[in-house]
């Protein structure tokens, strides 16, 4: 069983800087790769970003150049550095860990999720 736990949210203003943390516990963190998603009220959930086992990193367009997913595996941990935020960036961020070891955008290949952690970005 793996258990991720997200911290780090809270409330910042437009163009400040928030860095979350999702550690991990059970299997062997390393193997596996991680994902950050968000959602909005009840909308579908947005693929963030995403990192391989490997490091290999992807993001979604709209936060390239801002955000950056990096891993410490000796931590088992997963972070996600959000600088410049906007507005349209609020919404509840979860931590995902694949179901191989590469990062995906896709929800369903994502076997574990943490609990959330609320991002709001006042303008």
């Known amino acids: 069983q793996v258990h991720l736990v997200e911290s780090g949210g809270g409330s910042v203003q437009a163009g400040g800087s928030l860095r979350l943390s999702c550690a991990a516990s059970?299997?062997?963190?390393?193997?596996?790769?991680m994902g950050w998603f968000r959602q909005v009220e009840d909308k579908e959930f947005e693929f963030v970003a995403s990192?391989?086992?490997?490091?290999?990193?992807n993001y979604l367009d709209s936060v390239k150049g801002r955000f950056t997913v990096s891993r410490d595996n000796a931590k088992k941990t997963v972070y996600l550095q959000m600088n410049n935020l906007k507005h349209e960036d609020t919404a509840i961020y979860y931590c995902?860990?694949?179901?191989?070891?590469?990062?995906?955008?896709?929800?369903?290949?994502?076997?574990?999720w943490g609990q959330g952690t609320q991002v709001t970005v006042s303008s």
């Open positions: 990192i391989t086992s490997g490091g290999v990193t």
């Open positions: 059970g299997r062997t963190f390393s193997s596996y790769g």
């Open positions: 995902a860990e694949n179901w191989d070891r590469l990062g995906s955008m896709r929800v369903e290949e994502y076997n574990y």
